[in-house]
Nanobody
């Protein structure tokens, strides 16, 4: 069982930056692939980024490439999402998720979810 708690959301102006963090419980954190998803107003939950357990591989949705960066610290059981050059369309609730399988952008492959943190980008 893995419990995930996100933090770091807030209100920021367009062009600004935020860093989201996700703290995970459990002793096998490094064995999980970790991902970030988001759900914007009136939209379905969508994939944002993922990182392998050994942090060697990362994967991003095209709309955030070059602006967002996912990282993890297996010693601290944390995964982070650095978000730069934020746009109003990045406004969403951001969710941290953990999966036992290989790197994936499919939410159905994820076994555990956090409750989410709100990110609002004003124009």
């Amino acid at each position: 069982q893995v419990q995930l708690v996100e933090s770091g959301g807030g209100l920021v102006q367009a062009g600004g930056s935020l860093r989201l963090s996700c703290a995970a419980s459990g002793r096998t954190f490094s064995s999980y692939m970790m991902g970030w998803f988001r759900r914007g107003p009136g939209k379905e939950r969508e994939f944002v980024a993922a990182i392998r357990g050994d942090a060697i591989s990362t994967y991003y949705v095209d709309s955030v490439k070059g602006r967002f960066s996912i990282s993890r610290d297996n010693a601290k059981n944390t995964v982070s999402l650095q978000m730069n050059s934020l746009r109003p369309e990045d406004t969403a609730v951001y969710y941290c998720a953990a999966a036992r399988g290989g790197i994936s952008n499919n939410l159905r492959d994820y076994d555990y979810w956090g409750q989410g943190t709100q990110v609002t980008v004003s124009s």
